[in-house]
């Protein structure tokens, strides 16, 4: 429903012209899934975004990140996603 929306998203994409019934109905065309270089984008944007909090990219294991100095350790292939850890911080 539009109400869960913002103002200011509704007014910056003009939301209300797209609305059925105080729906927001859209049908996404063009997204990384099924583009060939998803896992490359995906990765590039988990390096962009984890690295400065510490993870880092295991050098033998595609997809595996691990902290540098928590016990913390996950998986992610495609869009599947394992967590470990063994300290609640």
């Known amino acids: 429903p539009i109400k869960h929306i913002s103002q200011?998203?509704?007014d910056k994409?003009?939301?209300e012209k797209y609305g059925v019934d105080?729906?927001?109905y859209?049908?996404?065309?063009?997204?990384?899934?099924?583009?060939?270089?998803?896992g490359k984008l995906a990765n590039n944007q988990l390096i962009k975004f984890l690295q400065p909090h510490g993870y880092n990219k295991c050098s033998?294991?595609?997809?595996l990140w691990r902290h540098e100095t928590r016990d913390i350790t996950f998986c992610l292939v495609v869009d599947d996603l394992a967590i470990k850890?063994?300290?609640i911080e």
């Open 8 to 10: 200011t998203i509704i």
């Open 13 to 15: 994409y003009k939301l």
């Open 22 to 24: 105080k729906i927001v």
């Open 26 to 38: 859209f049908e996404v065309t063009k997204g990384m899934y099924g583009l060939p270089q998803a």
């Open 60 to 63: 033998i294991t595609p997809g």
């Open 85 to 87: 850890y063994t300290n």
